[in-house]
């Protein structure tokens, strides 16, 4: 298994927000989370990338435990989170912001035909290579995240809400460039939405997050069928 989440317990200020869940992503898999506001999705992803730390419970990468440590050797084992406020430079440029996105690796030869590789991939980006991040739309900027965090040359993404806030043409984009991801990196993702509908068509698998608990998980194509899930997330 690529990476596994045993019993995570997760408090904040006291209060338990995270209550004993364990998932698992595997070699090549997109698995989501589902789950509505408040669920304890984005403090999950916070304790993966070493943000925040746990109460107890374990991370494993790869054959390696990965809780409690910190979020500069996380990235270095492969993982990369790419939060829900997008977090570029919004004062530099496009290429500045795909460049700082591989500044941890080693094979610098290797980042630059990433780089011009990527630009291919992402004319949206490349056509705007020189204009300063912060210009750019909404759904340009999560591109940018989700190119700077391929910059790093990571084996597992991990996406906070990509689609929020994006009107639905950059949404099914995202949605695109989402699974080529997969399929052409074989990168692994771990996928938080709260668009059910998206979230289901992109992944292999998902789990069900409701008040820090995970309720259901299953294939993508049994969580569809699931009476519990149209009922409380695809509107009837
Ligand atoms: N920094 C924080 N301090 C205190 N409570 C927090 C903090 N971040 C999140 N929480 C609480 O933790 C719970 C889970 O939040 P979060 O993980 O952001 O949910 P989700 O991403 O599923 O919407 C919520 O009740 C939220 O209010
Ligand atoms: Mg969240």
Known sequence: MLFEIKN???????????????LEVDEGEVVTLIGSNGAGKTTTLRVI???????SGEIWFQGQRIDRQTPQSVVKVGIIHVPQSREIFPYMSVLEN???????????DNVKKD????LENFPRL??????????????????????CALMANSKLLLLDEPSCGLSPIMVQEIGKIISDINRQRSTS???IEQNVRLALKL?????VLETGKIVLQGTAEELTRSEHIKKAYLGG
């Open 8 to 22: 995570l317990v997760v408090h904040y200020e006291g209060a338990e927000v995270v209550k004993g869940i364990s």
């Open 49 to 55: 990338s070493g943000l925040k730390s746990p109460t």
């Open 98 to 108: 795909l460049r700082l996105g591989a500044f941890l690796r080693k094979d610098k």
């Open 115 to 118: 780089l011009e590789n990527l």
């Open 126 to 147: 490349k056509q705007r290579s020189r204009q300063q991040a912060g210009t750019l739309s909404g759904g340009e900027q999560q591109i940018l995240a989700i190119a």
């Open 189 to 191: 993702i771990l996928l």
């Open 203 to 207: 992944a292999h698998r998902g789990y």
